[in-house]
């Protein structure tokens, strides 16, 4: 199993531009999450699903989208990146209340 | 609202001592309470968790201790090395909710 896996590692981007984050596991796994890490925040929640076809925001929603078409799947998208989305952002995924993984992360920044 | 408070920040220790990190909480239906080990330029990943039902659980050097009366919950390492060295971070969750992190602890073990 490659466990959850995110693309890209790296991405710069221009203010105003659009991006996607991908995410994919292969645990069949129901739950899926997206959180950012910054210094001193910790990692916080922007939005999850629970399975296909539900998602819901988590703490810091605003200028992010997401979908869950398949179980697999669980892309972020940035409508218009912003300076303030420079971030570290970590996909996860579990199964019920049992361990959650988290995929190696993508380092975002924007200019 | 910060649901998960952890300290301290930052932590030096000696090798061979004790490393502490503690958390607290208000949400009383919290019913999962796990630990998650990170090291730089990598994601998290899950080195002990608990459940409101025991005080304590041991994995080798590593030990959560718990006081569901306190709402409190620590992490112990004890002959803390090198290789320990990371950020820990605390979370809890109830039931199928998304995991609320702390704002993690920087842990130094020196030589």
């Known amino acids: 199993n490659a466990g959850v896996t995110q693309t890209p590692k790296f991405q710069v981007l221009k203010t105003g531009q659009s991006m996607t984050l991908q995410c994919a596991q292969d645990?069949?796994?129901?739950?899926m999450s997206w959180y950012r890490q910054d210094p001193g925040m910790g990692l916080r929640l922007i939005h999850y699903s629970v399975g296909a076809g539900i998602t819901d925001q988590g703490e810091v929603p605003n200028g992010y989208n997401v979908s869950r078409s398949t179980t697999e799947d669980f892309p972020l998208r940035l409508l218009s990146a912003a300076p303030s989305q420079t971030s570290v952002y970590f996909c996860?995924?579990?199964?019920?209340?049992?361990?959650?993984?988290f995929g190696p992360g993508t380092r975002l920044t924007v200019t | 609202q910060q649901q998960v408070k952890q300290s301290p920040q930052s932590l030096i220790v000696q090798k061979g001592g004790i490393s502490i990190i503690n958390c607290a909480y208000e949400n009383t239906a919290f019913d999962y309470f796990p630990w998650y080990q990170q090291f730089p330029g990598k994601g998290p990943a899950l080195l002990i968790a608990i459940r409101p039902d025991v005080s304590e659980k041991k994995e080798g050097r590593f030990t959560i201790s718990f006081n569901k009366s306190a709402k409190q919950f620590s992490l112990h390492i004890m002959d803390s090395q090198p290789g320990d060295s990371a950020t820990y971070f605390c979370?809890?969750?109830?039931?199928?909710?998304?995991?609320?992190f702390g704002k993690g602890t920087r842990l130094s073990v020196i030589a």
């Open positions: 979370a809890a969750s109830t039931g199928n909710t998304p995991l609320v």
């Open positions: 996860a995924s579990r199964q019920g209340d049992r361990e959650q993984y």
């Open positions: 645990m069949n796994h129901e739950y």
